[in-house]
């Protein structure tokens, strides 16, 4: 299936500084969804992109749709302590069909 | 917003017995359900897609006599792993989708001894 490069896989920062991950694919998406996991629990939802070159905020995140429709990037701006967990980036070709990148492990230090 | 839930949340079993894992969307219509398995540090592998009235549609490597699923409302789908084994040990979650909104259940923690 299509294969999504999520990177870095993990990350240790400080509190109060900007995080930068990123997703890229072989393939074309027509949507990129970028998700957080607490342990313990189910994926939710943080941004959903839906046009190439698209970018969108939500608060202190902010994420880019690829103009090639093959990448995407998630920015976290001034981090604070409950930004820790693992963050997902998704794609999606077709109705209903999502894959996941392998995720980014965030480490935030008081 | 939709919520979307997952019954038990965490479910220690005997190796060789079965274990039935519920997927409920609570104030939408889910036409179609997904479900994913996740292994620690790991990201999230999906199983099979099912819609709802119809036989689920397996990921390659996935058996389908060992997990069954039904979706037999459009409300309700159910995974049941059959004579689970250690190595079934996982966390499941699942995805309801109506076509236009989508949320992912809290996931169910299986650990087989």
């Known amino acids: 299936g299509q294969q999504l490069n999520q990177s870095p896989q993990s990350m240790f920062i400080q509190e109060g500084e900007d995080v930068s991950m990123n997703c890229t694919s072989s393939?074309?998406?027509?949507?990129w969804l970028w998700y957080k996991q607490d342990p313990g629990e189910g994926p939710v939802l943080l941004i959903a992109?839906?046009?190439?070159?698209e970018l969108t905020s939500n608060g202190r995140l902010t994420a880019q749709f690829g103009i090639t429709r093959k990448d995407s990037f998630l920015n976290i701006s001034a981090s604070i302590p409950s930004d820790v967990g693992i963050y997902f980036c998704?794609?999606?070709?077709?109705?209903?069909?999502?894959?996941f990148g392998a995720g980014t492990r965030l480490t935030v230090k008081p | 917003g939709a919520v979307v839930s997952q019954h038990p949340s965490r479910v220690i079993c005997k190796s060789g017995t079965s274990v039935k894992i519920e997927c409920r969307s609570l104030?939408?219509?889910?036409?179609?359900m997904f479900w994913y398995r996740q292994f620690p540090k790991q990201s999230l592998m999906l199983m099979a897609t099912s819609n709802e009235g119809s036989k689920a549609t397996y990921e390659q490597g996935v058996e389908k006599d060992k997990f069954l699923i039904n979706h037999a409302s459009l409300t309700l789908s159910t995974l049941t792993v059959t004579s689970a084994h250690p190595e079934d040990s996982s966390f499941y979650i699942c995805?309801?989708?109506?076509?236009?909104?989508?949320?992912f259940g809290p996931g169910t923690r299986l650990t087989v001894l």
């Open positions: 995805r309801a989708s109506s076509g236009h909104e989508q949320f």
């Open positions: 992109l839906y046009k190439a070159g």
């Open positions: 393939s074309i998406f027509n949507t």
């Open positions: 104030d939408f219509q889910a036409t179609t």
């Open positions: 998704a794609g999606s070709s077709i109705a209903n069909d999502m894959r």
